[in-house]
């Protein structure tokens, strides 16, 4: 059997001594998938991403999985993404994909190409300064502040002017500051999930009680959704946008702002979570389309 690789990383994968809160979902795509993949011949391979190349030898093709750790290591982590790219095997997403998503400030490209955004101000770093100007400058008592690299809600913090950081704390690193938008908590944060391009099914995320962020190691929980024709329009359209043709794989996260529109909170293409427990198809979708790849070469 061709041996399909899932990346991962040593907090996913399954038997380790100090697995994330949240791997379960590790596990539940690697269900989805694997009897999808071995009803065409394929066999699936949990890797980590930092393993040895040659525990790479026989994939045909990796799939970037759970490499939930790569915001950390970016450099590290796309250079493992062409060494494996230059053994002849297929990533997905590829690594000029990766590049350019691993930095949240696609989001400004997106909203040059028409998009509707979560308004942002981009820093090398922040302060207590840097905060309370965005909140003149959006003209709100909250913001929310996260790593232009970053993924999983970590090292996110939101402050409101009752609740400022101290006169000495610094985000330490480039990040994004944006108003806090009370549709968060109050309607839940949209997940559109395509698979080649074509929408495969929707999520809408809940955060607990007292909490903001939606990722389930905060306590978050996820229920079906079946967008309105105009909500998936706009998903959709930031697929359109995306400056790559169909990657394998694309979660779109979007919040409704005052307007009531959706806007693209992010564009996730790298190592997404992709809820297959709400969308019972999605493994046999996802193989399909990877199966193409691999007869394309």
């Known amino acids: 059997m061709k041996r399909i690789g899932f990346l991962a990383c040593a907090e996913t994968l399954p038997g380790g001594k100090d697995r994330r809160g949240d791997a379960f979902e590790h596990d539940l795509q690697v269900e989805a998938l694997r009897p999808a993949l071995a009803s065409q011949g394929l066999n699936l391979v949990e890797i980590d991403w930092r393993a040895p190349i040659e525990e790479f030898d026989g994939c045909a093709l990796v799939l970037l999985g759970t490499a939930w750790d790569y915001q ?13 790219e230059a053994r002849g095997i297929i990533i997905c997403n590829p690594p000029d994909v990766v590049r350019w998503n691993s930095d949240k400030r696609y989001l400004a490209q997106l909203a040059e190409a028409g998009v509707s955004t979560v308004p942002t101000l981009w820093h090398d770093d922040a302060g207590c300064e840097e905060i309370l100007a965005a909140m003149k400058h959006f003209d709100t008592d909250r913001v929310v502040v996260k790593r232009q690299v ?3 809600g970590l090292d996110q913090h939101s402050f409101t002017r009752a609740a400022l950081p101290e006169r000495s704390w610094r985000m330490g690193k480039p990040c994004m500051i944006q108003p806090f938008l009370p549709a968060i908590v109050e309607e839940g944060e949209f997940s559109f ?3 080649d391009g074509e929408f495969s099914h929707g999520v809408s995320k809940h955060a607990a009680e007292g909490e903001y962020r939606i990722q389930s190691l905060f306590g978050g929980t996820e229920r079906t959704f079946t967008p309105s024709p105009g909500d998936l329009i706009r998903a959709q359209g930031v697929v359109n946008a995306l400056p790559f043709s169909n990657p394998l794989y694309a979660r779109i996260d979007m919040v409704r702002v005052p307007s009531g529109e959706l806007a693209v909170m992010e564009a996730e293409l790298i190592e997404p979570f ?17 199966a193409a790849r691999l007869q394309r070469g």
Request: charged share 20%.
């Open 150 to 152: 970053g993924a999983g």
């Open 193 to 195: 999930i395509f698979v």
């Open 274 to 290: 992709l809820y297959p427990e709400q969308g019972p198809g999605w493994g046999e979708s996802m193989v399909k389309a990877l």
């Open 72 to 84: 950390d290591h970016q450099a590290e982590f796309l250079a493992r993404l062409e060494e494996l």
